[in-house]
């Protein structure tokens, strides 16, 4: 990855703790992108003992997933633990040593790029668009799939490089600087669930179109969800007035039927952990050594 394009995570972690308290009111993609994960678990008949929502925010999709999988044990992990707080506030850091608490919920403030759980501790990993916040994609699915159980799901969202193509196109034409982050093209992502040891993925995409009234909500919202640019190759100080009106001006000729388009490219998919090659007997070998 080109050094200007990868994440501060510092600065990510703080862009997050500050939109904590304002991320479910903006968070309008994330909630719709959940609700669509979640159909597709119709689909697919398994019952996990411990779910991992890895890169939770604040809860709703383990929320969703404990109505869903009422008898399951559900880690939520979040690499800001403001967003952990929002998602149970009402419970307060000390009780959770309190030997009579007891939950099926428990709450873990780390990266999902560096997972603090054993190997094979996970029936189920969920991810909803926290993906395209790491930095080395390879070493987090390699993660994964060593904490999956054999035969795990591996379910997950994330956003694909058309991804605010309009706001990448309007800061294109003021200056050189990184303003929108990079994401990883969809079959990139499929080779490299191959290439960690997953078999069977499935990967789809869909455009979501959001609407504005103008440039200014585009980047509050961003704000709002803690989604603004923290690649090492921003602009370090503000934008300079005559730069950013530029910018607005080149948006401004993508506005149609009186709004702004900001356009997300949401990649699916999912798969499996394979049990292991080494412990698989072929059926001649199982006749020879009397197994059949």
Not at 5 to 22: C, G, I, P, T, W
Not at 146 to 161: V, W, Y
Not at 176 to 197: A, E, K, R, Y
Request: aromatic share 10%; with cysteine; net charge neutral.
């Amino acid at each position: 990855m080109n050094s200007e394009h990868v994440l501060d995570k510092r600065q990510l972690r703080r862009a997050f703790e500050r939109a904590a308290v304002s991320y479910d009111q903006a968070a309008v993609l994330q909630r719709e992108v959940s609700d669509r994960m979640l159909a597709r678990l119709d689909f697919i008949k398994y019952s996990p003992d411990i779910i991992l929502d890895a890169g939770s925010g604040t809860g709703y999709g383990s929320r969703q997933l404990a109505v869903r999988y009422p008898h399951s044990k559900l880690l939520a992990m979040d690499i800001a633990w403001g967003m952990l707080a929002q998602a149970r506030p009402e419970i307060s850091w000390w009780k959770h040593w309190l030997p009579t608490y007891k939950t099926q919920s428990h709450y873990v403030c780390a990266d999902i790029e560096q997972f603090p759980l054993s190997d094979a501790s996970v029936g189920m990993v969920w991810s909803n668009l926290a993906l395209q916040w790491c930095n080395d994609l390879n070493h987090t699915f390699s993660e994964i799939n060593r904490i999956l159980c054999t035969e795990g799901l591996f379910m997950f969202s994330t956003f694909g490089p058309d991804t605010l193509k309009e706001l990448r196109q309007a800061f294109k034409q003021t200056d050189d600087f990184s303003h929108v982050n990079q994401f990883v093209d969809m079959h990139d992502i499929g080779d490299l669930l191959v290439h960690n040891g997953f078999s069977t993925p499935v990967m789809d995409m869909e455009y979501i179109t959001l609407t504005y009234d103008d440039v200014t909500s585009v980047m509050r919202d961003l704000k709002a969800i803690g989604a603004h640019n923290v690649t090492q190759g921003r602009r370090r100080g503000l934008t300079g007035k005559t730069a950013w009106q530029k910018a607005i001006s080149q948006y401004e000729t993508l506005r149609q039927d009186g709004k702004l388009p900001a356009t997300f490219e949401v990649v699916y998919g999912h798969a499996w952990k394979p049990p292991s090659r080494k412990n698989v007997l072929t059926p001649e070998t199982r006749r020879q050594i009397g197994l059949e």
